[in-house]
Structures are given as structure tokens and as C-alpha cells.
Nanobody, 114 residues
Framework: QVQLVESGGGLVQPGGSLRLSCAAS????????MSWYRQVPGKERELVAV????????IYLDSVKGRFTISRDNAKNTVYLQMNSLTPDDTAVYYC???????WGKGTLVTVSS
């Protein structure tokens, strides 16, 4: 079955960096686009970044452009989200998503606070 397992969240100070990872299994990872979402309690889940299957094309939420980078290693069936210059507004649970099949990981919490 399809599994998406996120890791790499945690507590970081404003201005810091984190790299999230999403290990995928149960489908042909290299053939499919992958995305990251985030959700703050009480708010709707929002799309943060999308990568095409080969990683050659990406889309970002306006507020993270220039700070976040989505990448993937198709040999490792893993998609990453490098997050730099983090602010408290980036605090959320971050979810890995398979857009075409609608699968979700369980999420990893990112807290940006001093």
C-alpha cells in the first residue's frame, strides 16, 4: 500500500532552517508529482510546494518563494522541503502529498519560536 512518511520537523528559532523529508513507498515514485502542504490549527490546509516527477518544474506558495526549496531523489523515493529564513508564520504541521492519488502522510510539526 501507499505510504508517505514525513520527518525532520522540530523547534527552530526565527531565521533558522530545517529540512523535511518524505519517504514514499507503494507506487512508482519517479513517475509522479509530489507536493508539500501545511496546516495551522483552525485554518485550512494550504499548498506550500509542488515538484513534477523529474523535479524540473516546481511551484511555490507566494509567501515561501525564495526561502523554501522542494527537491526529490527518485533513487531514494524521497521528496524534501528545505526551509530557510523561517519565521513564526511558518509554524504548522507539514504534510507530504501525492497529488494524483490523493494520499497524505501523517505530518511533521514545525515550530518557529524564540
Amino acid at each position: 500500500q501507499v505510504q508517505l512518511v514525513e520527518s525532520g520537523g522540530g523547534l527552530v528559532q526565527p531565521g533558522g532552517s530545517l529540512r523535511l523529508s518524505c519517504a514514499a513507498s507503494g507506487f512508482t515514485f519517479s513517475s509522479d508529482a509530489m507536493s508539500w502542504y501545511r496546516q495551522v490549527p483552525g485554518k485550512e490546509r494550504e499548498l506550500v510546494a509542488v515538484s513534477t516527477s523529474g523535479g524540473g518544474s516546481t511551484i511555490y506558495l507566494d509567501s515561501v518563494k525564495g526561502r523554501f526549496t522542494i527537491s526529490r531523489d527518485n533513487a531514494k523515493n524521497t521528496v524534501y522541503l528545505q526551509m530557510n529564513s523561517l519565521t513564526p508564520d511558518d509554524t504548522a504541521v507539514y504534510y507530504c502529498n501525492h497529488p494524483r492519488m490523493g494520499y497524505w502522510g501523517k505530518g511533521t510539526l514545525v515550530t518557529v519560536s524564540s
